[in-house]
């Protein structure tokens, strides 16, 4: 079983769009987790960290629980620049010292 | 700061050529990363170096060498390519912070490598 597992879609959407991405991690030992956003043929790029009590950075908000493993993105209003891959990012073990990455899910917002 | 630098941006090879990709970082991070990435299969991590010193194997190191020459540079070298090392290769370091109550690991990544093994 793939330790980060991410629907891959494709998820197209209307611009104005709300749109949430889910990803579950099989580590329970995972202690830290991040959103990275890859557009096309570029390198991935920290998007947000993933807190335990929920967090919001704008139109972005990640969401974490632990008890099922589980973590999500909601994206709100989304625009034509949101088009990219988002992958899901957990810790690998209690160290932390390797970086977990899911395969991504893809999002392509239209006008 | 240029932050994470990877060269060269593009490499053609030939099946049994050997070369080195080359990667540095300004950012006084203690941990370096070699990944590849390819269509459906995401990023793998193929070697990381936790601190100056030390590397370590990780999902896919057949095929590979690294070399942690100082704190800045992570290099990694196919010693004799195959097709199936074609692929996009990315370096990366990491910052640690403390975020309560765990520590959190950001990852910063360089343009990549497009290799490709003909």
């Known amino acids: 079983r793939k330790e980060v597992e991410q629907d891959p879609g494709p998820f197209n959407v209307p611009e104005g769009a709300t749109v949430a991405f889910n990803c579950t991690y099989s580590?329970?030992?995972?202690?830290?987790f991040f959103w990275y956003r890859q557009d096309c043929r570029k390198e991935p790029k920290l998007l947000m960290s993933?807190?335990?009590s929920g967090n919001e950075d704008g139109r972005f908000t990640a969401q974490l629980n632990r008890a099922s493993q589980y973590i999500s993105l909601l994206i709100r209003d989304s625009k034509l620049s949101d088009s990219a891959t988002y992958l899901c990012?957990?810790?690998?073990?209690?160290?932390?010292?390797?970086?977990?990455f899911g395969k991504g899910t893809t999002l392509s917002v239209s006008s | 700061n240029a932050g994470v630098t990877q060269t060269p941006k593009f490499q053609v090879l030939k099946t049994g050529q050997s070369m080195t990709l080359q990667c540095a970082q300004d950012?006084?991070?203690?941990?370096m990363y070699w990944y590849r990435q390819d269509p459906g299969m995401g990023l793998r991590l193929i070697y990381y170096?936790?601190?100056?010193?030390?590397?370590d194997k990780g999902e896919v190191p057949n095929g590979y060498n690294v070399s942690r020459l100082n704190k800045r540079e992570f290099s990694l070298r196919l010693e004799s390519a195959a097709p199936s090392q074609t692929s996009v290769y990315f370096c990366?370091?990491?910052?640690?912070?403390?975020?309560?109550?765990?520590?959190?690991?950001?990852?910063?990544f360089g343009p990549g490598t497009r290799l490709t093994v003909t």
């Open positions: 990366a370091s990491t910052l640690r912070k403390r975020l309560e109550p765990a520590l959190s690991y950001e990852q910063y």
């Open positions: 580590n329970s030992a995972s202690q830290s």
């Open positions: 993933v807190y335990s």
């Open positions: 990012v957990a810790t690998g073990n209690q160290a932390g010292t390797a970086l977990i």
């Open positions: 950012m006084n991070h203690n941990s």
């Open positions: 170096s936790a601190s100056e010193g030390t590397t």
